[in-house]
């Protein structure tokens, strides 16, 4: 069954450096998604992103964070000048057109700022 | 605005229990979309279900069924005859009628003891 493949699984980083998450989304899905979710707390959402633009954002994704697509396959999402709030596991989804399908998400990178 | 509460934070069961989770929803769409997501120790998201607004047919899968009422806008999830492996979080999740970013609830917590 095809999936969404995050890496890394865990990334340590040292504040105010910058981290850069990857994910390869299922290869005919053409929506693209990041979530975080903070130790214990609920899934939310970061950005959306299709056709090459980002297509709805959240107000957790601010100056700090921005979104790639690289090349046709990758998906990333870049972290700024870390801090400690932003550990957190971060996830990316993706899905197909249409309303008939649903998400498909990543097992999801634990990041650890220290 | 949307909104998903998940008013149980934690469910402790023993083993072979039935068990309910609740999950109550807010949209002003008319045409909307539910999801039940388990995240077992390990982290993943493991997408259970998909339900839309017009569809409120009850669903059985095995062990597991839904209980979709948009008269109460409630969209419960039971377990039966529970097993250790079931203990996770489980997610409730709701998004529109444009089909884009997924609202979260808080989760809750299954316990299955043996």
């Known amino acids: 069954e095809p999936e969404v493949t995050q890496t890394p699984s865990h990334q340590v980083t040292q504040m105010g450096q910058e981290v850069i998450l990857r994910c390869v989304p299922i290869?005919?899905?053409?929506?693209f998604y990041w979530y975080r979710q903070i130790l214990g707390q609920k899934v939310e959402f970061l950005v959306s992103?299709?056709?090459?633009?980002?297509?709805?954002k959240s107000e957790i994704f601010d100056d700090q964070f921005s979104v790639e697509r690289p090349d046709g396959s990758n998906f990333t999402l870049k972290i700024r000048s870390t801090k400690l709030e932003d550990s957190a596991m971060y996830f990316c989804?993706?899905?197909?057109?249409?309303?008939?399908?649903?998400?498909?998400f990543g097992s999801g990178t634990r990041l650890t700022v220290v | 605005a949307q909104k998903v509460t998940q008013a149980q934070t934690e469910i402790s069961v023993v083993e072979k229990e039935d068990v309910t989770l609740d999950c109550v929803y807010e949209?002003?769409?008319?045409?909307?979309?539910l999801f039940w997501y388990k995240q077992p120790p390990s982290g993943e998201l493991v997408f259970l279900i998909r339900?839309?607004?017009?569809?409120?047919q009850n669903e059985i899968s095995g062990r597991y069924s839904w209980n979709f009422q948009k008269s109460t806008s409630s969209f419960n999830f039971t377990i039966t005859a529970s097993q250790v492996v079931d203990s996770a979080v489980y997610f409730c999740?709701?998004?529109?009628?444009?089909?884009?970013?997924?609202?979260f609830g808080k989760g809750t917590m299954l316990l299955v003891s043996p």
């Open positions: 989804a993706s899905r197909e057109t249409g309303t008939n399908y649903g998400y498909t």
């Open positions: 290869s005919n899905h053409l929506y």
């Open positions: 992103f299709y056709n090459n633009e980002i297509s709805e």
């Open positions: 949209t002003r769409d008319t045409t909307y979309y």
């Open positions: 339900r839309n607004s017009f569809d409120e």
């Open positions: 999740a709701l998004t529109g009628s444009g089909y884009s970013t997924l609202t």
